[in-house]
């Protein structure tokens, strides 16, 4: 006869009615006693399929298949216990970004997947980069000085980290080696004119879908109190070419004589008549 509560003289001395084991949540080879008091054998094996994420430290992880979503935080790697067959669909989230991949489990085994969240600047979409400055997480996934290169339509170039979060949630960028050159003056258009009104058009798509604003770079950006990091060290300023500096005039009214501040091929400022030709730099912000 089964017992599942037993009291003696007005005290409960044993009470199995609330629990909640049963034969198919207790492990094989295990005995123990459900609520109405009847003695059961363990029928649950835990499952000998494993899915094994390997991914950055941090990262969420998220295996689904259907109504069935097991989640989890990286160290390094993840393990989930899967507990049947079919299509699962592996995430791995880093702030704004993520990588997925669909696994195929068909039997009782070990399944291993890699997912590279953190991904190198130059292999992210303009788009993606994007998404990771209004997020507020670039600086958790790029550095100062990272690239990503481009065409313009004439050179390919490298776009360059100078700043993140610089105000706001946003990235920076300027031309790591400016490729072509240009005066200040051509005797029509201003560079700084010239910058947005035409050379801006030049740019990728992609790339210009995503740029708030596209200036030449100022002398205070480099040599002022308000300098991009990028531009702390002489290293960060050399670009092995001499590139103009869209700040004011330093001396008289006019355009035929004014001179114009540029950045010296080792980094140190000086300053030219409007007509020199120098190579041009530029920056531009993604938020």
Not at 33 to 46: E, K, T
Not at 161 to 175: A, K
Not at 205 to 226: C, H, K, M, P, W
Request: proline share 2%.
């Amino acid at each position: 006869m089964a017992v599942n509560k037993v009291i003696y003289a007005g005290n409960t001395l044993i009470d199995l009615t609330q629990d909640t084991v049963s034969a198919d949540k207790l492990l094989s080879g295990c005995t123990a006693h459900d609520s109405a008091g009847i003695l059961i054998h363990g029928s649950y094996s835990p499952s000998s399929t494993r899915l094994i994420v390997i991914t950055e430290s941090g990262n969420q992880v998220t295996a689904k298949n259907g109504s069935t979503t097991l989640t989890g935080v990286s160290q390094g790697a993840y393990s989930f216990d899967i507990p049947y067959s079919g299509v699962w669909n592996v995430t791995a989230t880093f702030g704004a970004l993520t990588s997925s991949v669909s696994v195929t489990i068909s039997s009782d085994s070990q399944y291993v997947v890699e997912l590279n969240v953190g991904i190198k600047l130059e292999n992210a979409s303009w788009s993606t980069i994007k998404s990771a400055a209004q997020s507020g997480s670039a600086a958790s996934i790029w550095s100062i000085g990272d690239t990503k290169s481009f065409n313009d339509g004439s050179y390919t170039l490298e776009a360059e980290i100078t700043d993140i979060n610089r105000g706001g949630n946003n990235i920076w960028f300027d031309i790591k080696v400016p490729k072509f050159q240009r005066a200040m003056w051509d005797g029509q258009v201003a560079l700084t004119n010239w910058i947005g009104s035409t050379y801006y058009y030049t740019l990728p798509q992609e790339l210009r879908a995503v740029t708030s604003q596209i200036q030449l770079i100022e002398y205070n950006d480099i040599f002022g109190s308000s300098r991009f990091p990028l531009f702390e060290s002489q290293a960060g300023r050399t670009k092995g070419v001499n590139w103009w500096l869209g700040t004011a005039s330093v001396s008289a009214p006019t355009p035929e004589s004014s001179y114009y501040y540029y950045c010296t091929s080792t980094g140190s400022s000086a300053t030219s008549n409007v007509y020199s030709s120098f190579y041009v730099n530029y920056k531009f912000v993604i938020s």
